[in-house]
Nanobody, 120 residues
């Protein structure tokens, strides 16, 4: 089966930076798209950054200009560089991917989530 494992979460002061990683493993033939979503207490989960296999990035308005999504295709790993962090960025961040498996089946997968806490 396909697994997505996030890392890099933690505590950071407002204005600081963090980089999240998401490693995809398993029976992967191709990754069509990958992205990051987040969910804060009392709020709905929102997609904050994503790209297709062509690596065309999209960003939520709330993070545009501060977050950058990137991908190491050889390792099936993507990253979320978060700069100029704000208190409002505090949330659990989830990696998601649409994967073509080795059996040529297309499925969506989610990671377990990592906590990002921004303090004053």
């Amino acid at each position: 089966q396909v697994q997505l494992v996030e890392s890099g979460g933690g505590l950071v002061q407002a204005g600081g930076s963090l980089r999240l990683s998401c490693a995809a493993s398993g029976s992967i033939f191709k990754i069509n798209a990958m992205g990051w979503a987040r969910q804060a207490p009392g709020k709905q989960r929102e997609l904050v950054a994503s790209f297709t296999d062509r690596r065309t990035p999209t960003y939520a308005d709330s993070v545009e200009g501060r977050f950058t999504i990137s991908r190491d295709n050889a390792k099936n790993t993507m990253y979320l560089q978060m700069n100029s962090l704000k208190l409002e960025d505090t949330a659990v961040y989830y990696c998601t991917a649409q994967v073509v498996t080795s059996a040529l089946l297309i499925s969506d997968f989610w990671g377990q989530g990592v906590q990002v806490t921004v303090s004053s």
